[in-house]
């Protein structure tokens, strides 16, 4: 089991979950957007030494638009970029560099293979995925994994959406028959990061979708 862990976006229903199943033994620092400027690569590079000592990362901070690509502005444009994908990488390369047995879980989307409105922020989630892939582990006992869910029924971006009928659709024709919760996706998250039953995975998106993309 790892040493120090760090949940950022730990507001998150997801993240609140998970932090439960994590045993009280093992210390956990939880970071969110309130208290640190994911958007600023400056300020990630002066707080290295802090980074370097968390062994296994969680990621669930998040910049979601609200606009088309078109009418955003550019500084929101490059919040998104910082805070859903170079942030993420540079803590993770951190991560790597300084920890034989590090764990690192990055949240994915299922935008990132069927588009969003939020053109930059399916584009980021896309280049996650492909971080996640292609970034080979250093040491044996390294991991690297990404979880890409669909719907989340809890969650305060869907229960705020203004398209509520396209949530219902969307549930209605998925295989399962339903969205998914906070809950279980913290319950699988925990399983893959730390049951050795899942030690010979990485470098993997589990897509969490319900086979709603299955075409045969």
């Known amino acids: ?5 760090l949940i950022t976006g730990s507001t998150s229903k997801i993240a ?7 045993p009280k ?30 062994d296994t990362i969680f990621f669930f901070h998040s910049e979601i ?14 919040r998104s970029v910082h805070t859903n994908l170079l942030s993420q990488i540079y803590i993770s ?19 990132a ?22 970034r080979k582990i250093l040491f044996p006992d390294q991991k690297i994994l990404c979880l890409a869910p669909s719907t989340i029924i809890d969650s305060n971006f869907t229960k705020h959406r203004k398209d509520q009928k396209n949530v219902n ?3 209605k024709i998925n295989p399962k028959k339903r969205g998914l919760y906070s809950k279980e996706i913290a319950e699988i ?5 730390f049951s050795k039953k899942f030690n010979y995975l990485t470098n993997t998106i589990i897509q969490l979708n319900g086979g709603k993309f299955a075409r045969m």
Do not use: P, W
């Open 16 to 22: 609140r979950h998970l932090i439960k199943l994590i």
């Open 169 to 171: 659709r969307s549930i």
């Open 93 to 111: 390369e951190i991560c790597l560099k300084n920890h034989k047995k590090a764990k690192i879980f990055f949240t994915g989307s299922e935008s």
């Open 65 to 78: 638009g609200t606009k088309r690509l078109n009418f955003e502005n550019i500084e929101k444009i490059s």
């Open 189 to 193: 998250i925990f399983e893959i990061m």
């Open 1 to 5: 089991m790892s040493k120090k862990i």
């Open 113 to 134: 293979l069927k588009g969003s409105y939020d053109i930059i922020y399916s584009l980021m989630k896309a280049s996650v995925h492909k971080y996640v892939e292609e």
């Open 25 to 54: 033994s093992i210390k956990v620092t939880k970071i969110n957007s309130k208290d640190f400027k994911f958007d600023d690569l400056n300020q990630i590079k002066k707080n290295m030494n802090y980074f370097r000592q968390f």
